[in-house]
Structures are given as structure tokens and as C-alpha cells.
Nanobody
Framework: QVQLVESGGRLVQPGGSLRLSCTASARIGGTYAIGWFRQAPGKEREFVAATRWPGGTSRYTNGLKGRFTMSRDNAQNVVYLQMSSLELEDTAVYYC???????????????????WGQGTQVTVSS
């Protein structure tokens, strides 16, 4: 069993940047993916980005690639979501989750993720 904890969410102005962290309670072995999802008020949870390791293959939802980038600090069991040029529409609770033995096509599939963090609030507002 692994626990995931998100952090880094806060109030930020439009056009600003933010880095979210997803810290795992233990090293995740084998082939896995960490995905980022978000849920805005009154909307369904949606896929943001995911990266499959080993290999580092990433997938981003349309429109976010270029503004959002995932990376990993393997030694610290931390996965990051770097967000830039933030827009009002990026306001949401952001969640990270784990998927085992993913393939590229399953990265956006929420049902494939077995462990989820509690979420961190990102608010983009002037």
C-alpha cells in the first residue's frame, strides 16, 4: 500500500507559476504511472497529465502541454507538476494518483488508478 500526499497549492495571480508536489510514502517499484487530475467547482474530475516510469513517457491533456510539465525526484519519491501561465480556468483541486502497469492509452483513465491523494487547492485569481 502506498500513500500519496499532494502539496503546493495556493492562491496565485493569472499568468503566475506554481509547482505542485506529490509525495509517495514509499518508493514505487516496477512499471507505474503517476497521474495528475483536477476538479473544478461544479465540474467532473478531469485528467491533466501523467508520466509512465521507467522511461518517462508523458501524456498531457489537450491545451495544457507547454504550460504544464511533470518531473520526478526519484530519490525523494516526489513527482512534480510545474504549472506556468496560469489561467482562471486552472482553478481546481489537484489530485495525484498511481497506476500500475500502464500503457500510453490508459494514462488518462481514472479507473486505472488505485491510490489517490487528498488533493491540494489551486486558486488562480487577481
Amino acid at each position: 500500500q502506498v500513500q500519496l500526499v499532494e502539496s503546493g497549492g495556493r492562491l496565485v495571480q493569472p499568468g503566475g507559476s506554481l509547482r505542485l508536489s506529490c509525495t509517495a510514502s514509499a518508493r514505487i517499484g516496477g512499471t507505474y504511472a503517476i497521474g495528475w487530475f483536477r476538479q473544478a467547482p461544479g465540474k467532473e474530475r478531469e485528467f491533466v497529465a501523467a508520466t509512465r516510469w521507467p522511461g518517462g513517457t508523458s501524456r498531457y491533456t489537450n491545451g495544457l502541454k507547454g504550460r504544464f510539465t511533470m518531473s520526478r525526484d526519484n530519490a525523494q519519491n516526489v513527482v512534480y507538476l510545474q504549472m506556468s501561465s496560469l489561467e482562471l480556468e486552472d482553478t481546481a483541486v489537484y489530485y495525484c494518483a498511481r497506476q500500475l502497469n500502464p500503457i500510453f492509452s490508459t494514462l488518462p483513465d481514472m479507473d486505472r488508478y488505485d491510490y489517490w491523494g487528498q488533493g491540494t487547492q489551486v486558486t488562480v485569481s487577481s
